[in-house]
């Protein structure tokens, strides 16, 4: 089982629409979440950390269920420009083991 | 600050041939990352550096493979030799030390082609 995994995609939504990515993590010890953003060719960048009681930046929504084990991110008003790849992201805090995990990602298409 | 600095940008070397991948981390960061992303697999982290001591390499797929970091402001990833299912693109990140939610800048990526 992969410890981070997403629904690849694609979706494809029209502009304005309102889309939700999810994800689950298997390690409990998980401690860190993040979502990150990548366009094509290019490298991941950070688009939000994810708080235990949920937090918002714009248009974007992050959520996290620690009992579930599920983060969710929600994307309102969607934008061509919103289009690219979403990497559900977590990492452990344990000693020896601070790098970050990935998600394959889901892939996001606006269409206008 | 300039971020993450990698090079070369673009590989294609000949099955068999030693390859060289160079980053540059962001300056005052302590954590180094080197991730591998393809297709099929997605991001997937081959090492990672604290203070230049490498932490866990787990991830490295064999001895073709090594890392090292002379220094807080140099690291390189070596493949030798180099063999077809190595081409990927091949990210440096790096962090800075403290901080629960400290952010990994990545660099914009190494495309190597092994053919």
């Known amino acids: 089982r992969k410890e981070v995994e997403q629904d690849p995609g694609p979706f ?6 309102t889309v939700a990515f999810n994800c689950t993590y298997s390690n409990s010890a998980s401690q860190s979440f993040f979502w990150y953003r990548q366009d094509c060719r290019k490298e991941p960048k950070l688009l ?34 919103d289009s ?8 452990l805090e344990d000693t020896g083991r601070r790098a970050l995990t990935f998600g394959s990602g889901t892939r996001l298409q606006v269409q206008p | 600050d300039a ?12 099955m068999g041939q030693e390859v060289t991948l160079r980053c540059k981390p962001i300056s005052g960061h302590d954590y180094l990352f080197w991730y591998r992303q393809t297709m099929m697999r997605g991001l ?21 493979f090594s890392a090292k970091m002379p220094n807080a402001s140099f690291s390189t990833l070596k493949i030798q030799p180099s063999e077809p299912r190595d081409s990927a693109v091949y990210f440096c990140a790096s962090s800075p030390g403290e901080g629960r939610e400290a952010e990994a800048f990545f660099g914009q990526g190494t495309r190597l082609t092994v053919v």
């Open chain 1, 48 to 81: 939000m950390s994810v708080y235990s009681s949920g937090n918002e930046d714009g248009r974007f929504t992050a959520q996290l269920n620690r009992a579930s084990q599920y983060i969710s991110l929600l994307i309102r008003d969607s934008k061509l420009s």
């Open chain 1, 84 to 91: 690219a790849t979403y990497l559900c992201v977590v990492r």
């Open chain 2, 44 to 64: 997937e982290l081959l090492i990672y550096f604290n203070n230049n001591v490498p932490i866990d390499d787990s991830g490295m797929p064999e001895d073709r």
């Open chain 1, 12 to 17: 494809n939504v029209p502009e304005g629409a």
């Open chain 2, 3 to 14: 971020g993450v600095i990698q090079s070369p940008r673009h590989e294609v070397t000949e």
